[in-house]
């Protein structure tokens, strides 16, 4: 057996089944999950090198200036998803073909009729808020810890990405802006995590800040709710089996980040509050303040300022969606630069499936004259390619 179905075969390992067996826990079904996950790590070094996920690179000055000033005037569409939450008759199709739609041309939305409450927003922002303006050694004493890749706490400027797959551009300075992130609480790693490792704890929490947990947590979960509706959404349009997403989604990637930017009066010299990049996740959920700063790829190749808009949350899609998809689908790329007089704060949610899952072509997405145009590869290796970590 070649590696890669070694791979697909332990991906496919049905859990459930196994789980009746006695002696599962000391199964060497683990054993083999771990032998092809670092195998498929060894090999994600060369995808990246070989296939890039972010499309061209964009390093020209003339590119340099239609991020800096964007002057796109094209408009960002709005999904109202509704239709398809209630349950109304022919409500996923028609949600579905619009999604489908943006996700070839533009890759970002507003996304209306999501049901989370405007309250929970507004209480997350004011809780984003008084963590920030903590002294900076008490945030500092919140640390940056990484279980199995997935980072939370607090970082005072962006990690240095200089190994790192993120930027589109060479040589960014970095980034102005800090953040606090939370990732999912019992683990994102899917099937092969150990018992133990769904006990590790996943988060770090500021003292004296009482509420904040509960509101970050309570946000999380009601994002996370959403994102997951989406896959059946994801399954229409890809002409798949309703449930064809499920078993890559057992334990959810969502890694939800409070960001703070402070104002940058100069604009130019490859300064950003955070540099051009593309997103690497299935999707982004973006809650945003009214304080503008980013800025999106138009599909003119000009740039277009972002508002935000009340009762919406602005969705974009990810690396992950390219490769699943054959490029059929896009990951648009974006910055921010905070060019206004006050703090600008964000809340992009990062969306994706299980470390485990094994990302690969999808059998619609390919066929005669269209091979697949990216090797297999798990999310915890794409992860780590693109991370440089
Ligand atoms: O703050 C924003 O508006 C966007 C943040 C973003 O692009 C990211 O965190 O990847
Ligand atoms: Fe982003």
Redesign the pocket.
């Known amino acids: 057996m070649g590696k890669l179905e070694m791979e697909r075969c332990l991906f496919s390992l049905d859990h459930t089944e196994l789980k009746r067996y006695p002696n599962y826990g000391t199964l060497r079904v683990r054993e083999w999950l771990q032998v092809g996950l670092v195998l498929e790590q060894e090999r994600a070094m060369s995808v990246g090198a070989t296939v890039d996920v972010r499309g061209a690179i964009l390093d020209d000055e003339e590119s340099l200036r239609l991020m800096d000033f964007p002057d796109s005037t094209e408009e960002i569409p709005t999904l109202d998803i509704a239709p398809y939450l209630s349950g109304a008759p022919g409500g996923r199709e028609q949600v579905a073909a619009k999604l489908h739609e943006i996700s070839t041309t533009v890759g970002f939305f507003y996304l209306k009729g999501h049901n989370i409450p405007e309250d929970l927003i507004a209480n997350l922002f004011a809780q984003s808020r008084r963590f920030h303006s903590l002294p900076e050694a008490e945030k500092k004493a919140v640390p940056r810890i990484n279980v199995d890749s997935f980072k939370s706490g607090y970082q005072e400027s962006y990690e240095d990405r200089a190994k790192a797959n993120v930027n589109i551009i060479s040589d960014a300075k970095p980034n102005k802006l800090s953040k606090f992130s939370a990732n999912r609480e019992g683990g994102s790693g899917g099937a092969s995590m150990s018992e133990a490792d769904r006990a590790k704890p996943r988060n770090v929490w500021p003292e004296n800040l009482p509420g904040f947990k509960d509101v970050v947590l309570d946000y999380h979960r009601s994002v996370e709710a959403l994102a997951c509706q989406f896959m059946p959404l994801w399954a229409t349009c890809l002409k798949l089996p309703l449930d064809f997403f499920d078993k890559y989604f057992l334990t959810p990637h969502g890694t939800l ?1 409070l ?1 703070h ?1 402070p104002p940058q009066k100069e604009i130019g010299n490859r300064q950003y ?2 540099a051009p ?1 593309t ?1 690497n996740a299935l999707m ?1 959920f ?1 809650a ?1 303040s009214n304080v503008p ?2 800025a999106v790829r138009m599909p003119s190749g000009h740039w277009r300022l972002v508002e935000g808009r009340p009762g919406t949350l602005l969705v974009n899609t990810g690396n992950v969606l390219v490769r699943w998809t054959n490029n059929t689908y896009l990951s648009t790329k ?1 910055r ?1 630069i905070n060019t206004n007089d006050v703090d600008r704060y ?1 809340v ?1 949610f990062f969306f994706g499936p299980s470390g485990d899952a094994l990302i690969e072509c999808l059998p619609t997405c390919t066929g005669e004259g269209r091979p697949p145009l990216y090797e297999p590869i798990t999310y915890a290796s794409l992860r780590q390619w693109y991370y440089g970590d």
């Open positions: 980040s960001l930017y509050g955070i990049h997103d982004v973006l945003q700063g980013l974006h921010v964000s992009p």
